[in-house]
């Protein structure tokens, strides 16, 4: 890709949008070189003193997303609400194999706004878009809600991965498959968590399922004995969570860090 060729190009957006004039070495900001023909989306963060708001633009080709950005369009800039040079400079991209993953992390997760922190802004009503795990030996707790946990327990934030109804309703319709894919001694779920524990101490399926949640990683062995089992559809659901589970893995790494 041609940075110089885009560092003008960027210059000229700027003077239509009447943006200030981009420096060309801030350029790695909006798009790196490793941006090819893969399906993804662009993103940037507003921030704010107590929440956040992630606006996400999916595209079926990042660096034809990328020439489209360089060449104005304005359906994509307004979505990304970029209306000054710094909003420029701070566009990311997150890959994805499709265009439709890239769509499902777009539905689930950009153009809403999240706290911080869920305790000082979350109560009883509302209490917060963010699903938090819990890992204990072999057993498995995902909250769907942060009604009744308890914060002093070393809990990972999953993010706003799903929801809790939808959540509650696949797990529950797919106990059965689950079962057949790891010794399972307890399993309990509603609207506002799932539980797991594994019989089998180390079972390596069971730690694939928990990566699903841990890392975003959905392993192409899991997903092919889900299959097997004829679970379709809790198949793409499992899949649509690692997405959004692995791109908040990212929001988090580049701008939650020194919120911790």
């Excluded at 019989?199 to 990683?217: A, H, M």
Aim: with cysteine.
């Amino acid at each position: 890709m041609n940075f110089e060729q885009m560092a003008n190009e960027t210059i000229m957006l700027s003077e239509e949008l009447g943006i200030e004039s981009t420096n060309p070495q801030e350029l790695d900001d909006v798009v790196e070189e490793q941006c090819d023909e893969a399906s993804g989306l662009f993103f940037r963060v507003e921030t704010g003193s107590n929440t956040f708001c992630i606006r996400g633009v999916p595209t079926q080709s990042l660096d034809d997303g990328v020439t489209k950005i360089h060449d104005g369009d304005r359906e994509i800039l307004k979505r990304l609400k970029v209306d000054s040079n710094e909003a420029l400079n701070s566009l990311k991209f997150f890959e994805t194999d499709s265009f439709g993953d890239a769509e499902k992390v777009v539905r689930q997760i950009a153009n809403r706004r999240f706290p911080y922190d869920e305790e000082l802004l979350c109560n009883l009503s509302d209490p917060g878009p963010y699903w938090w795990m819990d890992l204990a030996g072999e057993s498995c707790n995902v909250y769907f809600t942060t009604n009744r946990i308890d914060r002093g327990r070393d809990l990972i934030n999953l993010g706003p991965i799903g929801d809790p109804r939808i959540a509650s309703l696949k797990f529950r319709e797919s106990a059965k498959i689950i079962g057949e894919l790891f010794l399972v001694d307890e399993f309990s779920c509603s609207e506002k968590f799932l539980t797991i524990k594994s019989l089998k101490n180390r079972s390596e399926r069971f730690s694939s399922f928990v990566d699903i949640f841990r890392t975003g990683e959905f392993e192409s062995s899991l997903r092919d004995q889900i299959l097997e089992l004829g679970g379709y559809d809790i198949c793409e659901y499992l899949h649509g969570l690692a997405l959004a589970r692995k791109f908040w893995i990212e929001i988090s790494e580049l701008y939650l860090t020194k919120y911790r």
